[in-house]
């Protein structure tokens, strides 16, 4: 019998990794997408070396 693979639905579907661990840079980019323009600060919790960090695509877009 085939499986079928069901598509991902709600902020799942988002996923997508850059720098991330689990996909966590596209939920990231998914939920700040809809705020308005102002001062934008972030704080990485949990960081380790810095290889896998949810925050650094929020840094490249002039986060602080």
Do not use: C, Y
């Amino acid at each position: 019998m085939n499986q079928i693979h069901a598509r991902p639905r709600g902020i799942n579907a988002r996923e997508k990794k850059v720098f991330s661990q689990n996909g966590e840079d596209g939920i990231i980019e998914f939920l700040v997408g809809g705020l308005k323009a102002g001062k934008r600060v972030f704080v990485e919790i949990g960081t380790s070396d810095g290889a896998e960090n949810n925050t650094i695509r929020l840094l490249q877009e002039g986060w602080t």
